[in-house]
């Protein structure tokens, strides 16, 4: 069985309200006498479901599009509940206890915080998201040798209240500082249901748009058979 980990892109799809949204636009209709339905659609690359390369934080870093298809592909996912409020930064001790049971091999997090509910009120999931604070980004890379990508269920790393922060976090995780040998991506805005099966595998499907440093993306995982 295969479960969807991404939200669909539209014009609904929330975002930050000093930027543009998306807006997809008609250019050729069936209803109108044209030969064919045709639309373009413009976008940022940060809206929405979508993963952030090194290239994001780090001009030494990849891009999205320097990456292997193999390497969207991981198999030994975890997911981690951590439930947060409004605004709040994540630290090591929210991770410390879920991570005393997981097993430290894990190639992709699934972080779990229940934000993701608010998404349909734009403003609150936007502008009072949660966040990574740097302390727990270092904690994550220090004591997870092996993670390859973190996946979240609020818009960004980086909480609008903390954008420093933020700012901060994304860059130890994308190679910037101490861990320039190993950067992760980051995957924002993903969906995470609080009813997921066991699951096996994980594959990351980016847009691959040459010249982005990051792209939207879909995400969708292979669930383990019932026994």
């Known amino acids: 069985m295969l479960i969807k980990l991404s939200h669909n892109l539209s014009e609904h799809t929330p975002f930050y309200s000093s930027l ?47 990456y292997q298809l193999d390497e969207f592909v991981f198999t030994r996912p975890t997911v981690l509940d951590v439930p947060l409020h409004e605004s709040e930064l994540i630290q090591p001790s929210h991770l410390e206890p879920a991570l005393a ?85 980051l995957i924002e805005d993903a969906l995470i249901p609080d009813d997921l099966p066991t699951l096996q595998r994980i594959t990351l499907m980016p847009w691959l748009f040459d010249g982005l440093d990051s792209a939207p993306c879909t995400l969708f995982a292979e669930a383990a058979p019932h026994a």
């Open 20 to 66: 543009p949204k998306p807006k997809l636009n008609q250019i050729y209709d069936l209803a109108k006498g044209d030969t064919c339905n045709s639309y373009y659609f413009t976008t940022s690359n940060h809206a929405g479901t979508h993963v952030d390369a090194p290239r994001h934080f780090n001009p030494q870093g990849r891009a999205i599009t320097d």
């Open 101 to 185: 049971v997981t097993p430290l091999q894990s190639d992709i997090l699934l972080i779990r915080t229940g934000f993701g509910r608010h998404r349909q009120d734009e403003r609150r999931y936007v502008d009072q998201g949660p966040g990574f604070g740097p302390d727990a980004a270092s904690y994550l890379m220090a004591t997870c040798p092996a993670l390859r990508a973190i996946a979240m269920d609020f818009p960004s790393v980086s909480a609008l209240a903390h954008e420093e922060a933020g700012a901060a976090a994304h860059r130890i995780f994308l190679g910037c500082t101490a861990y320039a040998d190993r950067p992760i991506l």
